[in-house]
């Protein structure tokens, strides 16, 4: 085993690839099992509900764990957003629905911008506690505006074309949703990897200290990383929002745990300093492919959760255990030689 | 020598990592009771040695016997069972915990055969350790109340505690002060008295000569030799170590201070240091010496802006400045060299180019992107210029040895472009080759019209190639020499503390 990964050309050994092969596996498996209902056209289809808001939301999250730091808060803050849309909007009798959406991505920053000046400020207190409460209390305040309601009754243009429409690309039915997430990574990519303020992210994420000491204004990153977050999390819910039609406070339950999954296994890492948007990406048509297939087989959310669970678990534990594996056979070899002499 | 003196053997020893042999048929055989230096530059292989006898890393080829026999060491456990214990450099302490909790961690030690605890027993055996080191120190006290030098002697009494036939320190004196070393050697003496053998690393001559009875010299991974400590010389030891006799360690400086480009009046932080002036010339290099805990680090962390004063001026180039940020220091003028260049210096995992591009990203943009081209060219001249050892700037700074990543830190501070430079301890913990290149890089800057302020703990270092010197105690500065002033005798008059006083400090550090 150890052999074998020392063999393997270092282009190979990419995170990026791992994923490459794995969604191959994932689609060949589900595809000849259900040829019918395993399609591209029908998978294109799903990414509306897997893909797009939970991508948003992930984009965010993925620059929050480059930094080192969490945010729990994501999936409450897109719900608050997504309530003070359509309350403003109060199904048409409200403010015009742009100010309501313009107001729901203020909304959103807001929230991002609050748990950024707790982390700073705070800096003894972990990110993940921190942004534990604000998740209550985001999704606090959601209920204490809508309580059990649900508001809904948006315009059309949001509900029928954005949440439901597609485009047609290349014979194929694309959802406009999807293209508009597409069309975000891009400039993800760029800002993050191939420009001086995404380095410096990267570079507090890995050692604090010594950025803050190389120039680097640490506080100041971490408060924009933070609100820019919350910001994705306002735009993941707004996308929610277009596909179920109506808001509650409840919405978007659990999403943030999806966030850092795909971050993570898109080859962030919790501790901070790694992290790729192509691996996001991967990630994610990972994700989608296998939970449609899983879906398809088996139809029950219960048995895709703890698929995806055991999955999580064992591709984290790949890089530790190939360590392992390489100190036993030293110790083995060793013992051998020893009983030889 | 007969075969039943040595308590181990290591013979043969290789360990090869990706691309690099770090030890190569390295071997070494340790008395029962003695003290055994184990010397040679950063890289040459003492940690990676060292490891192998603790069992985190896993010999290629080699044999490890201890008394005769010979063991595989599987992991750090085996290591331990077979009383082998390392004291390092960073000490891995519980800081909340009590000196007694610390000794015992992990070996906890119970009454009879009941389940819990027993504290009584913990503080008493701890209290049996510490006055057989001959230590005072209250084994109820809490560990990150101690001085650095305290939590040695208790990782000393830990390392007893678990019948410790071999001891490894690797460099102990390192962050103590002179009293305080002397004060460590005694209690290592004590225990090669009391049969214990010792392996000691350390890059200081006075450690050696008065500690040590034998001394091996490793080189590149290579062993080198193992003498008598009375055979051997400082001189001779620097030549085995670096492969070439070193003539001219400190280079000649001939610059003379030029125009003031740093003044300093009555700088304050409360709790650390009070009413600190001096002035800093261009072609001037300023030394700020004193006793570990005098306050020298403080005032540098005030000048970069890591930390803010309470009261006082500072005048860059002429102008009053507040100075909020290291970002903000550089702005106006002043980069800083941090003491510690693992942890505030670098970023490890990161290529050495994209560590030296770090503080200065904005030269290296083409149509507002990073242009990897133009970084690769910053990298190359900084690697030709400061003669940094590595394949090419892809290579990890984590890589480098000690003297080449300090390399790199200076690197950054060149590119930050500004014409006073301090530097926290620029050769602490780097190979002596790297440290006579260190200097020449200082005196070459100094002749270009830098101005560079350097904290140091080494008097030759200061004696060596300052202009000036300033010499803190407590806070305060107790004396200013000027480079025809300066004798190691003065030097360490101002420096030391008045008795009373002194205590007071420890306690309160």
């Known amino acids: 085993m150890s052999r074998l990964t020392n063999r393997l050309p270092e282009w190979l050994k990419r995170w990026e690839w791992i994923l490459v092969i794995l969604i191959l596996a994932v689609f060949w498996v589900f595809s000849s099992q259900q040829p019918d209902n395993y399609t591209l056209s029908k998978l294109l289809n799903q990414t509306r509900v897997y893909m797009v808001d939970v991508g948003f939301m992930a984009l965010g999250m993925l620059t929050v764990l480059i930094l080192g730091d969490i945010d729990i808060s994501v999936a409450a ?21 742009e100010a309501a959406i313009a107001l729901m991505l203020i909304t959103g920053a807001v929230c991002g911008l609050i748990n950024g000046l707790l982390v700073t400020r705070f800096s003894e207190l972990f990110p993940m506690i921190i942004t534990l409460s604000t998740q209550t209390l985001y999704r606090g305040i959601a209920y204490i505006i809508l309580k059990d309601q649900s508001s809904g009754r948006f315009p059309a243009w949001f509900s029928k074309d954005l949440g439901y429409g597609a485009m047609s690309i290349l014979g194929l039915d694309v959802p406009i949703m999807l293209v508009c997430f597409l069309a975000v990574l891009p400039a993800f990519y760029i800002w993050l990897h191939k420009t001086a303020s995404g380095r410096r992210i990267f570079a507090a994420g890995t050692n604090l200290t010594a950025s803050r000491y ?4 640490t506080g100041r990153i971490k408060l924009a990383v933070f609100t820019l977050n919350g910001l994705m ?24 745990m999806q966030a850092i999954a795909i971050a993570v296994l898109g080859g962030a890492s919790t501790s901070g300093g790694r992290g790729s948007v192509v691996g996001l990406l ?15 087989v088996y139809n029950d959310a219960f048995i895709l959760n703890l698929s995806i669970g055991l999955l999580l678990i064992l591709i984290v534990l790949i890089p530790n255990l190939t360590g392992e594996l390489r100190r036993r056979s030293a110790v083995r070899r060793q013992r051998l030689s020893l009983q030889k002499a | 020598m007969h075969q039943e003196d040595l308590i181990l053997q290591m013979a043969g020893i290789t360990k090869i990592f990706p691309g690099i042999r770090a030890l190569d048929d390295v071997r070494l055989d340790l008395r029962r009771g003695e003290i055994h230096a184990l010397i040679g530059e950063n890289g040459a292989g003492k940690s990676t040695f060292i490891k192998v006898l603790t069992g985190i890393h896993q010999p290629d080829a080699g044999i490890i016997r201890l008394n005769g026999q010979e063991i595989v060491m599987a992991d750090p456990l085996v290591a331990r069972r077979h009383g082998i214990a390392a004291i390092y450099q960073h000490l891995a302490a519980y800081p909340d915990l009590s000196v007694a909790e610390n000794i015992f961690m992990g070996n906890e030690q119970t009454q009879g055969r009941l389940p819990g605890i027993s504290w009584k027993k913990t503080n008493q055996e701890a209290e049996k350790l510490l006055q057989a080191l001959g230590s005072d120190i209250d084994p109820a006290s809490e560990m990150g109340s101690l001085s650095v030098a305290q939590q040695q002697i208790v990782e000393i009494a830990k390392a007893l505690s678990q019948n410790a036939q071999v001891l490894i320190m690797d460099e102990p004196t390192a962050a103590l002060s002179l009293r305080e070393s002397e004060e460590l050697y005694n209690i290592v003496r004590n225990l090669k008295q009391q049969g214990t053998s010792i392996i000691l690393i350390s890059h200081r001559f006075e450690d050696i000569f008065s500690l040590a009875d034998r001394v091996t010299v490793l080189r590149d991974g290579r062993y080198i030799g193992t003498w008598d400590i009375d055979e051997t010389d400082s001189d001779m030891l620097v030549k085995h170590m670096v492969g070439r006799s070193i003539d001219q360690f400190y280079p000649t400086k001939t610059t003379l201070a030029g125009e003031p480009l740093l003044k300093v009046e009555g700088l304050s932080r409360t709790g650390f240091f009070e009413d600190v002036s001096f002035t800093l010339h261009a072609g001037e290099i300023l030394g700020l010496t004193g006793l570990v805990g005098a306050g020298r680090t403080e005032v540098v962390e005030v000048l970069s802006g890591v930390t803010r004063p309470d009261k006082g001026k500072i005048t860059v180039l002429g102008e009053q400045r507040h100075i909020t940020s290291p970002h903000e220091a550089m702005k106006q003028g002043l980069s800083l060299l941090p003491e510690d260049r693992q942890k505030q210096g670098l970023l490890l995992p990161w290529t050495i180019q994209s560590n030296i591009t770090l ?7 083409r149509h507002r992107l990073l242009s990897p081209q133009s970084e690769g060219r910053a990298a190359e001249e900084y690697i030709r210029m400061l003669a940094i050892k590595a394949r090419s700037g892809g290579d990890t700074a984590e890589s480098l040895s000690g003297g080449n990543q300090q390399k790199v830190v200076i690197s950054k501070l060149l590119t930050c472009g500004t014409r006073i430079i301090i530097m926290d301890e620029p050769t602490k913990g780097v190979d002596v080759g790297s440290k006579a290149a260190i200097y020449q890089i200082m005196v070459d800057l100094a002749g270009e019209g830098y101005g560079i302020l350097m904290v140091s703990s080494e008097m030759p270092e200061v004696l060596g190639i300052c202009d000036r010197a300033l010499v803190m105690r407590e806070g305060r500065i107790a004396a200013v020499f000027t480079r025809g002033e300066m004798t190691p005798e003065a030097l360490l008059k101002a420096a030391m503390p008045l008795e009373k006083a002194r205590k007071g400090r420890a306690e309160h550090a």
């Open chain 1, 233 to 256: 999390a306002a735009v993941g819910g707004f996308f929610l929002t277009s596909r179920t039609g109506s808001v509650k406070y409840t919405i978007a339950t659990g999403f943030e």
């Open chain 1, 282 to 296: 991967l990630a994610l048509v990972l994700m989608t492919g296998l939970k449609n297939g899983l879906m398809l």
């Open chain 2, 359 to 365: 503080p200065r990203l904005d030269l290296h943009k």
């Open chain 1, 77 to 97: 803050t897109a719900a608050l957003s997504a309530t003070v849309m359509a309350v403003s909007y109060n199904q048409g009798s409200g403010i015009p629905f």
């Open chain 1, 214 to 217: 190389s120039g680097v204004r």
